[in-house]
């Protein structure tokens, strides 16, 4: 396996630290691989293209109380 074109350097990254499940973890290293990308430039193409409503949620969060209990189960 081939390493992962880089990303280009900015000169103004930080790192982002985040636990997830282990299913996740490989889907997301399989989507990076797959684009021949390293893992930091596929999360940053994820982060640019959520979009966020006027009070800064992403607009895919659920506004529901109970639809938002649903979703953490759903990804716990």
């Known amino acids: 396996m081939?390493?992962?074109r880089p990303r280009p350097r900015t000169g103004q990254?930080?790192?982002v630290y985040a636990r997830?499940?282990?299913d996740l973890?490989?889907?997301a290293h399989r989507a990076a691989a797959a684009l021949d990308v390293s893992l930091a430039t596929y999360v940053e193409a994820l982060l640019a293209r959520d979009e966020l409503d006027e009070s800064g949620r992403p607009t895919w969060w659920p506004r529901d109380e109970h639809a938002q209990e649903d979703l953490l189960r759903q990804t716990a």
Do not use: E, G, R, T
């Open 13 to 15: 990254s930080v790192a």
């Open 2 to 4: 081939s390493q992962p």
């Open 25 to 27: 973890h490989a889907k």
């Open 20 to 22: 997830v499940h282990p």
